[in-house]
């Protein structure tokens, strides 16, 4: 029966909606008297005036959030049947169910005031036209928003609260669990714990997350990894696990809130995760949770992670060494602009500072030879070494064996994984009831699976048991380890250690290098060592003239006096060097270089023929021109002929002929020939 002034025929003509809505799909499943009383509104409908045929239920948005009307079909079909006046009476248990939001909330009372719908909920009937009803209508869509925010404070309050304390429950990593009464141990399993140890073991050695996931691929070793249901699951070793257990610090025993913001994508226009610096986290407690590593050991790894990522802006980390040629790569900086300078290879090694470039368009800053650089920081370095005595061949050794005996370990623990479930799935296959194929036959699949997996593993762990470790270290090379402060630079120049490895060594002692050119043939290079102490040294590069050398008049000067003074051009080369000049594109001075000069100066010698004036008793091409009145390419041409018999003397550089009469008679009668044959060859044409 209708009780409310407010409804009209007109209203009753047309239909009564009924919007149902709960915000979460654990509501759906969980809060059944909500929606009883939600659905238990069509009988109020029917109360109001409406027969039953006249009512529609609209419960499409069920465990949808009312914060927001994106991915609500229902709320989008109720507008939609509102604005074509179909819906004489809109009933929800309450706004919160409509709305939770002003703007929302502010247009659909609108659009029923448009189409004179009336609003029901479990207080009243409101009329969208009427100033008492929207008044009421509006205070009741403001405490439904204020609501959803007074909710949302009070449940993030509790969660900074007790992420304050660590007590916070957070999604565990692989190898913690936590027990039923909330208490966090280490997983039960030996081998997932000490194949976690063997992860931070190995990166302490490769020094990168690429070189740690490439040792685990070659040793045919596996990660554990939690699948959507919490179990275990053995998988390939990949970039993003290794990665992901270096910079979980859980494992260190702390628990971390407040790592990630998100925020939506600028492309995409999703939600996406940022991962935040350690010094912006929210929460960080530690020594909550049992630890895998220390505090300590986990700064230390996330600094060499930091230091392993290359970014060329300024004053930014350095790199992981790899096997380029330059030594300097990474911890080069511009001495003009501050910047990190990068490397090219083509035309020669060079350190290249173009990031002025980059962000204006200008011309590079600086472009400097990077084989003089290195040489000369090696050379400091090793000064800097000779001092200390370290002998590592037992660390080496030890290293080497420790290496041995945790791949075979993890094998060992493999192989006691794959029996453990063989035997389970044996024991599965032989309690099935044969009849049921459908069965028996996966069960025995699972079996024959089982079986292959653990014969591989056993192959692999018998042939490592066989194989001692590989140490790779020759004995010169091992005498040499004895001594290294000593005898280093023989070390470095044998084929035992790579260019990573050399990196490494470098910048165990120097933290930066910035070069300076101070002229076309010299550059400053200061060293920074680890403590802030520095090194300046003024390092000599090659040029493409000798008029770029900043010494060059005064080696004219030089060359000119002592070629003047009879000096040999070795003997000028030699003193040149002593005195600490350089040729263009050498370390010493060339005797070209001097040989130029002084040709430049129009001091010659008789050196400087290409071959001697005068031999006694031969005749050069030029002589023997000259007695049979010809000119030289008459002979030369005679020679490639064949007609004339020559060889080049070794000693002369040059044909020789003999100086006799017989030799010249033959000569005139070969001249006499070819002119015969020329007239005759000239009568006929006339003719």
Not at 581 to 601: E, F, G, I, N, Y
């Amino acid at each position: 029966m209708n009780t409310s002034d407010m409804i009209q025929p007109r209203h009753l003509q047309r239909r009564a909606v009924i919007y149902i809505r709960q915000s979460s799909p654990n509501q759906v499943v969980t809060n059944l008297e909500s929606q009883r009383m939600q659905y238990a509104l069509r009988e109020r409908a029917v109360a109001l005036g409406w027969h039953q045929q006249d009512v529609k239920i609209i419960d499409a948005d069920l465990g949808r959030s009312g914060a927001t009307t994106e991915g609500r079909a229902g709320f989008q079909d109720l507008v939609a049947q509102i604005a074509l006046g179909e819906v004489g009476i809109l009933l929800a248990f309450d706004a919160t169910r409509l709305a939770r939001n002003c703007s929302h909330w502010y247009q659909l009372l609108d659009l029923c005031g448009r189409t004179d719908c009336l609003i029901a909920d479990r207080d009243g009937v409101y009329d969208p036209t009427s100033i008492n009803g929207r008044l009421l209508l509006g205070l009741k869509g403001q405490i439904s928003e204020l609501e959803l925010h007074t909710i949302r404070a009070r449940l993030t309050a509790g969660i900074l609260s007790k992420a304050s304390r660590g007590d916070l429950e957070l999604t565990l990593p692989t190898g913690l669990e936590r027990l039923e009464a909330g208490v966090v141990v280490k997983h039960p399993s030996i081998e997932v714990q000490q194949r976690l140890d063997l992860v931070y073991t190995t990166f302490f050695q490769q020094k990168s997350v690429s070189q740690t996931v490439r040792w685990f691929t070659q040793n045919d070793l596996l990660l554990p990894r939690r699948d959507r249901f919490g179990e275990i699951q053995w998988k390939p070793t990949t970039t993003a696990s290794v990665a992901g257990i270096l910079h979980n610090p859980a494992y260190a025993g702390a628990v971390a809130y407040g790592r990630t913001r998100w925020k939506k994508s600028e492309n995409t226009g999703r939600l996406q995760g940022v991962s935040l610096p350690q010094d912006q986290w929210r929460y960080c407690v530690r020594d909550k949770l049992p630890a895998y590593i220390t505090w300590e050991t986990f700064e230390r790894i996330q600094a060499m992670l930091r230091d392993n990522y290359s970014e060329y802006s300024r004053n930014k980390t350095r790199g992981v060494p790899r096997e380029g040629k330059a030594l300097l790569h990474g911890i080069t900086y511009c001495g003009e602009c501050g910047h990190k300078m990068t490397v090219q290879y083509k035309g020669g090694t060079q350190y290249l500072c173009n990031q002025i470039r980059q962000q204006s368009g200008a011309s590079v800053c600086q472009r400097i030879g990077g084989d003089a650089i290195d040489n000369r920081v090696v050379t400091l370095f090793f000064e800097a070494l000779s001092a200390a005595e370290i002998d590592v061949t037992a660390q080496a050794l030890k290293t080497a064996d420790t290496e041995h005996t945790d791949v075979v370990s993890a094998h060992r623990q493999q192989v006691q994984r794959l029996r453990y479930q063989t035997q389970l799935a044996e024991r599965q296959f032989m309690k099935s009831d044969p009849d049921n194929r459908l069965v028996t036959g996966e069960l025995e699949r699972r079996w024959e699976d089982c079986l292959r997996e653990l014969k591989s593993a056993e192959e692999q762990l018998e042939k490592d048991q066989r194989q001692s470790p590989v140490h790779a270290i020759p004995a010169n090379v091992l005498e040499l380890l004895k001594d290294v402060g000593a005898k280093l630079p023989e070390l470095w120049d044998s084929d035992f250690l790579k260019t990573s490895q050399k990196k490494s060594l470098l910048r165990s002692l120097i933290d930066k290098v910035v070069i300076h050119r101070l002229a076309p043939d010299q550059v400053q290079a200061r060293v920074v060592w680890r403590g802030g102490a520095t090194t300046t040294a003024i390092v000599a590069v090659t040029v493409g003239s000798f008029a770029s050398l900043s010494t060059a008049k005064e080696m004219e000067e030089i060359i000119e006096q002592m070629s003047r003074e009879g000096h040999s051009d070795e003997t000028i080369a030699k003193h040149l060097t002593t005195q600490g000049h350089r040729s263009p594109m050498a370390d010493t001075v060339l005797c070209s270089t001097v040989r130029a000069v002084r040709l430049q100066k129009r001091i010659l010698r008789r050196t400087d023929q290409s071959h001697p004036r005068r031999v006694p008793g031969f005749l050069t091409i030029p002589q023997l021109a000259e007695k049979l009145g010809v000119s030289r390419s008459w002979i030369h041409d005679r020679i490639r002929r064949g007609t004339i018999t020559a060889k080049k003397d070794a000693k002369a550089k040059c044909c020789l002929f003999p100086d006799t009469p017989e030799l010249l008679t033959q000569m005139k009668a070969v001249l006499q020939d070819f002119q015969r044959k020329l007239g005759c060859r000239g009568g006929h044409q006339d003719e």
